[in-house]
């Protein structure tokens, strides 16, 4: 599909038109990735963060926050817990914490990657060139950086740059990554003030673009401690901006599944906020294929309030697992076993 048929599926209101769309992600899912649905387990080790992102509960400007930073036999155990499940992946999430040491990770990859059979990815934002390689060479196998908008003036205007540094564009970031051996994944938010379909349709292109590994997408969702999130109270504005809308998330995930159709694609935590009963069953049937249930200790999950009312904030590690694999099983899908790396 070119930029034009994208833009235009993604302003198209007609039900039967979309259950059309709808029904081709999911036949191109099924030929191309399965009916294995992935479980990465989600462990946001750190809700520290230097940066100042617009939309983002847990910028530095949030000073309302109560931090935390997990200890290393922390995380060791919650990686336990991910084999106890029989997940293939572990994923380590954080903002961008410049406390949380480059050496001290890859000691802990490597405790990981030694002693389980999990794949790791990394979710630890924009990080040094060194660092990237120090953890690969760790045994890192992913890493995750969404380029949350391929505006470049959008993405300057929600997204400053780190204390005492330039402007950055994480685009050249994914290539580096690649480059250096990850699996790359990326992703966007939807409905970000000043994003308008156009951008839209050139954040999909830029998906297959990238030939990335992994794509998730989410509604934007506005956080009340945020500059954004403060803008948004006078409500989106404009013919051309794109709502944060629960439908147009099933057609970002169908047209994505349809332009990248061997990627690994999310049914997104912020999906299931949306929609708590069938949001991710939805996202699942319409082009998706893994689910990130949570694994952080509970304690600490209220604290990772990247916007409000998150799903899974109360839930324990095993009652996602529970409500995960249930969920899968209710739409006829199956767990996927190993490590559900991407078919090359
Ligand atoms: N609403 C929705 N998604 C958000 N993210 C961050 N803040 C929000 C928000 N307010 C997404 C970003 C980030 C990912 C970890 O979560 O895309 O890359
Ligand atoms: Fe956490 Fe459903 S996945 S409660």
């Known amino acids: 599909m070119n930029k034009l048929e994208i833009t235009k599926w993604l302003k198209e209101t007609d039900a039967s038109k979309l259950a059309e769309l709808y029904e081709k992600a999911n036949k191109i899912r099924f030929e191309n990735v399965g009916d294995d649905v992935h479980l990465r387990g989600l462990i946001e080790i750190s809700n520290c963060c230097c940066r100042t992102c617009g939309y983002c509960g847990i910028s530095a400007i949030n000073s309302k926050l109560t931090r935390y930073r997990m200890k290393r036999e922390e995380i060791i155990e919650c990686a336990r817990k991910a ?10 999430q954080a903002g961008e914490d410049p406390g949380l040491d480059g050496k001290w990770i890859a000691d802990i990859i490597r405790e990981i990657k030694d002693k389980t059979p999990l794949a790791v990815t990394l979710s630890l934002g924009e990080r040094s060139n060194e660092e990237f390689q120090l953890w690969k060479d760790a045994g890192a196998d992913r890493y995750l950086l969404r380029f949350e908008t391929s505006d470049e003036t959008l993405f300057r205007k929600i997204h400053p740059p780190a204390p005492g540094q330039g402007y950055t564009n994480r685009i050249e970031i994914l290539k580096t990554l690649k480059k250096i051996g990850y699996e790359a ?25 990238l030939d990335l590994d992994m ?31 629960e439908e147009m998330v099933y057609k970002v995930i169908a047209l994505t599944r349809i332009a990248a159709p061997e990627s690994n694609i999310p049914s997104t935590t912020a999906l299931a906020t949306i ?24 304690e600490y999950r209220k604290y990772y309030e990247i916007y409000p009312s998150k799903a899974c904030i109360y839930e324990t590690a095993e009652e996602c697992h529970g409500c995960l694999s249930g969920r899968i099983a209710s739409i006829n899908r199956t767990v996927g076993k190993g490590t559900g790396s991407r078919n090359r």
Do not use: C, W
């Not at 084999?83 to 380590?92: A, C, D, I, K």
């Not at 994944?185 to 999909?204: F, H, R």
């Not at 929609?275 to 509970?298: H, S």
């Open 83 to 92: 084999v106890t499940l029989s997940y293939g992946t572990v994923v380590l």
């Open 185 to 209: 994944g990326s992703g966007v938010m939807i409905g970000i003030p000043g994003q308008t379909y156009e951008t839209l349709a050139n954040d999909i292109l830029t998906f297959k673009e």
């Open 215 to 245: 794509i998730g997408v989410g509604p934007y969702l506005p956080h009340p401690e945020t500059p954004l999130g403060e803008e948004m109270s006078a409500g989106l504005k404009g013919e051309n901006q794109v709502p944060n809308i």
């Open 275 to 298: 929609n708590k009963a069938t949001g991710r069953e939805l996202g699942l049937n319409r082009g998706a294929n893994i689910v990130m249930p949570n694994l952080t200790p509970v």
